[in-house]
Nanobody, 125 residues
């Protein structure tokens, strides 16, 4: 059973940066395509970014394109999300997720099989 543990969240001022990490254990990390999602209070969980098994393909939500960068290190079993130029509207709990299936649309949360517990990101104005 794969386990995902996020870290790196916190409180930052608008315009600042944070780097989230997701440590994956219990299975071969390179088997999984990965994604980051976020959920703000009173809102549905939404797609942030996704990366392929090899790391050669990435996709971003329009809201974060140009500010966030997803990456993975298969040798260290870790996924990262570098977040720059943060805005108050980026405030949410951020989750990493893993999937083994090949799917056309990687943005819906239902396409992912395993989830971390989440890490809080708060951006003050």
């Amino acid at each position: 059973q794969v386990q995902l543990v996020e870290s790196g969240g916190g409180l930052v001022q608008a315009g600042g940066s944070l780097r989230l990490s997701c440590a994956v254990s219990g299975s071969t990390f390179s088997r999984y395509a990965m994604g980051w999602f976020r959920q703000a209070p009173g809102k549905e969980r939404e797609f942030v970014a996704a990366i392929s098994w090899s790391g050669g393909s990435t996709l971003y939500a329009d809201a974060v394109k140009g500010r966030f960068t997803i990456s993975r290190d298969n040798a260290k079993n870790t996924l990262a999300l570098q977040m720059n130029s943060l805005k108050p509207e980026d405030t949410a709990v951020y989750y990493c997720a893993a999937r083994t299936r090949t799917i056309v649309d990687v943005t819906p949360a239902r396409g992912y099989d395993y989830w971390g517990q989440g890490t809080q990101v708060t951006v003050s104005s």
